[in-house]
């Protein structure tokens, strides 16, 4: 059994949920501890032990079929079985690859600003236009950009000096006044702290995107390695959350793993659909306070009803609603397709998201909220 | 174990429902495990579909006091374990003509329990309900992490304090965001999904005693349908469903679906949609 379960936990660990010793040693002790001789209850056991979200749910019905199989626990059929112990052991410790080259790694590492004027040209030029050396150079400041975001009062507090409208922080008066013979002489104040705001940033990745989908979704990537309460969703007929896949350092690996999961990379647009799967699916993250940021050239194949209706319970849902148009940074721009027409009465700010200059105001707007 | 009548995963079936909590197998299982395995067990699932009602059930059913703690933004150890009465201490030390020994001001005389030391120092079987932990922040998140594995708290002043009886904890979570990593791996995990049709009718005949079939039958089906419907904002839970019943109930003869639609949606644009696109009619 002690394999099995080894094997069980490798299948889990192979699919990305994270199984520990810890995990293996509860497995072990919940099946002590109901009736092992029940299929379905081991399974039910072995579940509550090793899934800790809803997504581990679904790995553990596969990685249950892989090693026990359809109810004849006969033992063939895993791949991992042909494996000795010691190869299962070793199995999830082994070191998975780099998708990037080295080489790569070795160019990113030698591009710097040879000079600050480099990095000013850099700030308006079009993201379309960009070389591969210009991109690595603009990831730096990116990831600072990305730095910036909103914050809100929070209900914790923290220890201040006076100032008016603060509450008295008794705790510290009380100590306070120990040393001064119980006279509470020194006063102490407390006032309300600040914390991030919730950012939820949702990117169009659609075909007619793409010459800007690339340094966005490294906006995106920086955002959820730089920020706590940040989620990144990516549309192009549908929503796909990829918050967890752009978890991480490692840059390549990251934006590798979320066009992965983004079934429709250049494809076509439907932006209502998206935007309604968010308020459907994901309602709660977008509510509570979050700065909705939905970066997208409002190309919209689908119904512009469909896009209005979400695009105002967007509005209503969320704390503040920005629009980023690559397009808009055009000096004739007006918001004439169909999709933006719909879209546009619904946003708080409706910007530009096509260049460096045009992030440093995101993240300026972001501030001020 | 002080909970024996859940010593098998049919009783702890069974006891649950002497409450009126009608659990699924893997519920039931996940219930026995948390009870056996004296590991916290945490429960998520869409709002609605009784999440709270496990802890509460498994407390009424066992004897077992309930303690709950309710997590909200910036709740901190002062809110969730201990504070000190600093209005009183204060008193004290003005009342004192000579000065208080700092001993005696920091003793339990002003000591303030919160639901965390409460379960800690009861004398007897506890229920610890953690309830929306995903409103705390990730600071209190550590500091549960902690607490759910030690099931002991420090107070500086006075030292140490430990759990006489380890308490059953439930911790329920809306997933408003994600939970660390770490806390999920100290916890047993179950996803509460809404009940099939049978299963719901029977919740409603339980919990809302003389109910008549035809009303439970036609409540469940219509909740069925708006589940089923999947382009609403806000989906009605079991929660719902029982307001539902019980608006009909009340209303007796004049009961009408769709003029108390508004016992299961609360969004307005959800209750025109139903409404626009006839999707109750026939039941």
Request: charged share 30%; net charge neutral; glycine share 8%.
């Amino acid at each position: 059994m002690t394999a099995r379960l080894g094997s069980l936990a490798a299948v889990l660990r192979a699919q990305g949920s994270r199984v520990g010793v810890g995990e293996l040693l509860d497995a072990h002790r919940a099946l002590a501890a109901i009736d092992c001789s029940s299929r379905e209850d081991s399974r039910l056991a072995l579940r509550t032990v090793l899934c800790s979200s809803r997504a581990d749910l679904a790995r553990f019905e596969l990685a249950f079929a892989a090693v026990f199989g359809d109810g004849r626990p006969t033992g063939d059929g895993s791949p991992l079985d042909e494996l000795g112990v010691i190869e299962r052991t070793a199995l999830p410790r082994v070191a998975i690859p780099g998708s990037a080259s080295p080489l790569l790694a070795h160019e990113e590492r030698m591009v710097v600003p040879a000079a600050w004027s480099d990095v000013e040209l850099l700030r308006e030029k079009d993201f379309a236009q960009y070389t591969d050396a210009e991109m690595a150079l603009a990831r730096e400041l990116i990831a600072r950009l990305a730095r910036r975001g909103p914050m809100r009062v929070s209900r914790r507090t923290r220890p201040v000096r006076r100032r008016r409208g603060h509450m008295a922080d008794l705790r510290r008066v009380v100590r306070a006044s120990l040393r001064t013979g119980g006279e509470p002489v020194r006063r102490h104040w407390r006032a309300p702290s600040r914390r991030p705001r919730p950012v939820v940033l949702v990117c169009d990745v659609s075909g007619s995107m793409t010459p800007y989908a690339r340094m966005l979704l490294q906006y995106l990537h920086a955002s959820v390695a730089a920020r706590r309460r940040v989620e990144a969703f990516a549309f192009g007929t549908r929503l796909t959350r990829i918050t967890n896949e752009l978890g991480g350092r490692d840059h390549d690996l990251a934006l590798g793993r979320a066009a992965a999961a983004v079934a429709d990379f250049s494809g076509g647009t439907r932006i209502g659909a998206a935007l309604a799967e968010l308020n459907r699916v994901h309602g709660r993250r977008v509510g509570r306070g979050a700065v909705v940021v939905v970066l997208s050239d409002g190309w919209d194949r689908g119904d512009p009803d469909l896009l209005e209706t979400e695009m105002a319970r967007l509005r209503r849902s969320a704390h503040r609603l920005v629009w980023l148009n690559p397009l808009a940074a055009h000096p004739d721009f007006e918001p004439l397709t169909r999709g933006m027409r719909a879209a546009v009465p619904h946003t708080d700010e409706l910007l530009a998201g096509n260049s460096l200059a045009s992030l440093e105001q995101l993240a300026r707007i972001l501030e001020e909220i | 174990m002080t909970f024996t009548q859940l010593r098998s995963v049919e009783a702890a079936s069974t006891a649950l429902a002497t409450d009126g909590y009608l659990a699924d197998r893997p519920l039931a299982l996940a219930v026995h495990l948390a009870v056996v395995l004296e590991q916290p067990l945490l429960l998520e699932g869409e709002a609605g579909v009784g999440k709270t009602e496990v802890a509460r059930a498994l407390a009424a059913c066992t004897g077992a006091r309930l303690i709950r703690l309710q997590c909200h933004e910036g709740i901190d150890l002062h809110h969730a374990v201990y504070d000190w009465d600093y209005a009183r201490q204060l008193l004290a030390l003005r009342a004192a003509e000579h000065g208080v020994d700092e001993g005696e001001l920091f003793s339990r005389r002003f000591l303030l329990r919160r639901p965390l030391l409460d379960a800690l120092e009861h004398d007897g079987a506890v229920v610890l309900l953690i309830d929306e932990v995903d409103r705390a922040d990730d600071e209190f998140e550590a500091f549960l992490l902690e607490f759910l594995s030690d099931f002991a708290v420090t107070i500086p002043e006075l030292g140490t304090v430990t759990a006489r009886h380890r308490p059953v904890v439930i911790l329920t979570s809306n997933r408003t965001r994600e939970l660390h990593d770490a806390l999920k791996r100290r916890c047993l995990y179950h996803w509460i999904d809404y009940p099939a049709p049978e299963r719901e009718r029977e919740i409603v005949h339980a919990r809302i005693p003389g109910m008549p079939e035809a009303i439970a039958r036609r409540v469940v089906a219509a909740v069925g349908r708006l589940r089923e419907h999947g382009d609403l904002y806000k989906l009605p839970g079991v929660g719902e469903t029982l307001v539902w019943a019980n608006a009909l109930l009340a209303l007796g003869d004049e009961g009408d679906l769709d003029e108390t639609l508004g016992a299961a949606l609360k969004v307005h644009e959800d209750v025109l949609r139903v409404r626009e696109r006839k999707v109750l009619e026939g039941v």
